[in-house]
Each structure stands twice: as C-alpha cells, then as structure tokens.
C-alpha cells in the first residue's frame, strides 16, 4: 500500500502514522522517553531519546508498505546545541522550561519591544530558543563556546534520518531570532543578541523536501507541532480555526496577511503553508485544569462520572466562576505570575459545580483569544477541535456556545502526526500542494452548534470573568502588569 509517513516529536513521545493517498490510517505507532527536571523550572531531554523512539516508530509503521515521503512534526522552540561533530553538547532545553526570566528582559531591552514585536511577531517569552541561548551564554560558558551549530528538536530527528541540516519556516518562527513577515532570520535580532549566523540552519518552506532517507525517501521539512495540527484538521486559509483543547488551549487560524498584534498577546508565525501566515492564543491551562482539579478532588473518580455530575448544574453555576491561569498565562495576559482562582462560591455548590465551573473558565479563556485574532482580521466560520479534551461531547457544546461557533470533530484525531504525513506526501509527489492534500484527506464527522440559550447566560457572564485577572493582581502584590 502507498503511503506517506507523518512523525510527530512531542514532549512525552513520537506518534508516527502511516496515511493513504484517500487520508486513511493504514499504521499507527507510539513511543515514548522521560522528561527531566534537574532544578525547579526546568525541562530537559536526552535529543537521542527522540531520535531512539522515531526509529523504531518509523520502522513499525512503514513495515509492509511502499512509503512514498516522510514530513515531521515536533514540539517548537526547544534548544538542540551540537558540537563540530553534530553531537549534543548537553541535554536539550523545551519549550515549557521557565529559567530564562532575566534573559527575556534584556531581549526586549536590547532590541526594543516594539522593535522586536515588529520584527518577530512576538515578545520574548522563556518557551522561545533565543533566551535559551543567552541563558547558555551567561551560564555554561563552556558549552556555549563549543557550539558549532542549533536546531530544534524535530530537527535533530531529521539530522539523523538524512544526515541534512535544516528548519522549516513554521517552526523557525518560533525561535526569536527569525524574520517573520520576510520568512527569513533576521540579521537585525541575531546581530542584536551577538548569535552567530551560522549557527542557525537553512529555513525551507514547511512541504519542500529537505533531504532523503538512506533509502531514498524524500523527507519534508515539516512544521512545528501546532502548525501541522492545523495543517492536520484543514486550516489552510479564511474560515474554519484549528481549536486545541490538549493540556495547553490553543485557537489557531490562518491570516489574511502578515500582522502583529501591538501587545503581542497572541503568537504570529509562517503558517506550513507557503507563503502564507497564521496567529494562535495559547493558555497554559486548558485540559489542564480539569486534570488538576480531578487529581486533586476526586483521583480515583473516573473523569466521565465528573463530567455526569456537571452536567447536572445549568450554566453559569449560580455564579461560580473559575479562573485558569494556574501556571501563569499567555493569551491575553502574558504574566507568568497570573494565578488560578474559583470567585462566587457559595454552600450549595458542590464537586459537579465546581467541574462544570472549570469547563466554562476554560471556556472564557478560549474565548478571549478568538477576540483577539478577530482584531487581527481573521473571520472565524466554525472551529475544528483536536486534544484530549474533545472526547467531552458537553464540553464541547459549552465551548461552542461561549466561542459563538460549531464544533467539528474531524475523522483523524491525531492532528500533528497526520499534517506532517500531508507534508510528507507532497514531498513525495502524491499531491500538488498543501491544499491538494487537505481537500483529499481531511474530512469532518460531527458539528456540536451552539445552545442558544446557554449563549445568552455566557454573554451576561463573560465582563465578569473578564474583571478577574485585573482584580486579582491589585490584591497579589504578584500580579504585575507585564
């Protein structure tokens, strides 16, 4: 059977599918590798742990079938630091490590905020690869001495399945240090922060091919792991928005042109189609936050017997409300010190409350990053959602009636592993383009509309969750304007 091969580096594990030129799923494989955090704040992993895991998910999916092109997929900004030899000087940092906090400011000091928004589409944020490489500078001199060139963790992948060193635009977004608008690094920032030039690898649209297989597959250059989710549940253009409800919340959509928002509260990068660019908000705590609250109040409840017990309670649970940023927030507040909070509880409120008050925050907080793609242009016709968190009919008929959308499950669920499959297919001259590829292959199964009536009870609630955050900081002496 002909099929391409999408390999997604995730932070616990690769997935790898196999996909027919029809879109079907003809193998499916998972492997997984630790995590380490030596010091609090931190976030690290073994590049060879990646590499170890995408080998033998690659040979296990493509055992028997005729792979015609491979794409990858992986987790942005993390930083791979090689030596002459291409060997790693040290364990990789991700993207959700925190020790960068100094580094960011100088960032923003050196370059100009402003300046730097222009330029990259975003604010320095710990998560992104340049801060990581000041970190280095300022605190393993030794390492930072000896290195001869980065990339990033997909990348490392790509390095040992074809010996080719290179980065897609979509993901090269992602690392401070590149060009958006002109899809090029940007020689204004890496002169800026002293980052040698050639340290940084070729940038290649996300479908070109970037090298071959010992074999003779061709390998695309890919994209970071939310573009290719995208890419993976049809987002190619105006109209529907990629909705991520995984451990972090995602609203993705394609722009109409490149453009920045002034306060940078949502990420602007090269989308995985060429020539084209995308915006996404990001909550730190979507799926998340349920998982917290279910660890913490009732661990040994199964996660549907919750669901059963919110559904009891009508919307806006007599005005209990829940605020989660539980680990900080990005979008719309990029405040790692912004806190959690439940406001209006009250004695009749019960475990199923407070579940269904977690649903609606999340919500809210989704909410406010399709307000702000708005702003940026973006019309938004329906949400095609992926993540743990969509299995939740109910939660997705709370999520519709506060986004004002229908919800469409699409058929493949995997959404990263299968758009990077989609690159690997035009790479390998199954499809013309990006476009070809997703009229194809991605299909929808199921609309989740929204309940009028829950919409009207969330639009008296949204001013009021909105009122949180700014409230919260004046009394937690923590919450600082960013």
């Known amino acids: 059977m002909t099929v391409a091969v ?10 790898a599918l196999a996909v027919t030129p029809s879109g079907d799923i003809a193998a499916r494989a998972e492997h997984g590798y630790p995590l380490s955090t030596p010091h609090p704040g931190w976030s690290e992993q073994d590049p060879e742990d990646w590499w170890r895991a995408a080998e033998t998910a690659l040979a296990e999916v493509s055992a028997g079938h005729d792979v015609v092109g491979i794409g990858l997929s992986g987790q942005m900004h993390g930083l791979v ?45 710990p998560g992104f690869t340049a801060p990581k490489l000041l970190w280095l500078r300022h605190h393993e001199p030794d390492s930072y001495a000896r290195i001869s060139r980065i ?8 390095l040992r399945l074809t010996g080719s060193w290179a980065i897609d635009v979509a993901d090269a977004s992602g690392t401070l240090l590149f060009d958006v608008a002109g899809r090029a690094w940007s020689r204004e920032v890496v002169d800026a922060l002293e980052i040698p030039e050639q340290w940084l690898p070729p940038a ?129 507040h990029a405040d790692p010190d912004a806190r959690g909070a439940f406001t209006g509880l009250h004695l009749r409120h019960d475990r199923g409350a407070l579940v269904r008050a977690v649903l609606e925050g999340v919500a809210f907080g989704l909410r406010d990053s399709l307000d702000l793609l708005r702003d940026l242009g973006v019309e938004v016709t329906s949400a095609r959602v992926s993540g743990g968190g969509a299995r939740s009919q109910f939660w997705l008929e709370i999520c519709a009636s506060v986004l004002g959308l229908p919800i469409e499950r699409t058929v493949v669920e995997e959404g990263s592993a299968f758009g990077a499959a989609l690159l690997g297919a035009v790479a390998g001259g199954v499809f013309a383009d990006v476009h070809q590829a997703v009229k194809a292959t991605v299909r929808t199964h199921e609309v989740v509309e929204p309940n009028r009536d829950w919409q009207e009870v969330y639009a008296d609630l949204r001013p009021r969750f909105r009122a949180l955050y700014p409230a919260l900081r004046a009394v937690d002496g923590a919450m600082v304007e960013p």
């Open 81 to 125: 630091a090689l030596d002459g030899s291409d060997r790693p000087l040290r364990p990789a940092i991700l993207w959700n490590d925190q020790r960068t906090g100094a580094e960011c400011k100088a960032i923003e000091a050196q370059v100009g905020l402003e300046r730097l928004i222009e330029l990259t589409g975003n604010r320095a944020l």
């Open 151 to 158: 990339c990033l963790p997909k990348d490392y992948v790509r």
């Open 6 to 15: 999408g390999l997604d580096v995730g932070t616990t594990g690769v997935k």
């Open 204 to 332: 290649l649209e996300s479908p070109d091919v970037s090298g071959e297989t010992a074999t003779g597959i061709p390998v695309a250059a890919g994209a970071g792991d939310q573009q290719s989710a995208a890419l993976g549940v049809g987002i190619t253009g105006p109209g529907p928005a990629s909705l991520v409800l995984g451990t972090s919340g995602v609203v993705f959509a394609a722009l109409p042109e490149y453009r920045t928002d002034q306060r940078a509260r949502v990420h602007v990068f090269c989308h995985a189609v060429p020539g084209a660019w995308e915006a996404m908000g990001v909550m730190l705590s979507a799926a998340g936050s349920l998982q917290w609250l279910h660890d913490t109040i009732a661990p040994d409840v199964p996660f549907d017997s919750l669901l059963t017990e919110a559904e009891r309670w009508a919307p806006g649970v007599e005005g209990l409300l829940f605020l989660p940023y539980l680990q900080g927030e990005r979008t719309p």
